[in-house]
Nanobody, 121 residues
């Protein structure tokens, strides 16, 4: 089974930037749809960005469009989320997961444990 591990979270000033990394192991990475998500305490997970397989373009939540960029390094089995101009309300736990289809849907699996983004004044 493919395993995912998120890293790169930490303390960031409002308006600042972070790059999150999702490292995959246990299976090939290239043919998988991958996604980034975030979750505040007591709330449902929100899809931040999705990178589909088969060469389709990535998609983004409207709230992060133009500020966040998803990318992947298939040779290294890594998925990235570059987050710029961060807002205070985006200080959440961030997760990555594997999509169950060749394009972005609501079906995900192989969730990582998450990495925490914390806001700082």
């Amino acid at each position: 089974q493919l395993q995912l591990e998120e890293s790169g979270g930490g303390l960031v000033q409002e308006g600042g930037s972070l790059r999150l990394t999702c490292a995959a192991s246990g299976s090939t990475f290239r043919d998988l749809t991958m996604g980034w998500f975030r979750q505040a305490p007591g709330k449902e997970r929100e899809t931040v960005s999705c990178f589909p397989r088969n060469g389709f373009d990535p998609s983004y939540a409207d709230s992060v469009q133009g500020r966040f960029t998803i990318s992947r390094d298939n040779a290294r089995n890594k998925l990235y989320l570059q987050m710029n101009s961060l807002k205070a309300e985006e200080a959440d736990m961030y997760f990555c997961a594997v999509g169950q289809y060749p394009f972005c849907t609501d079906s995900w699996r192989n969730w990582g444990q998450g990495t925490e983004v914390t806001g700082s004044s």
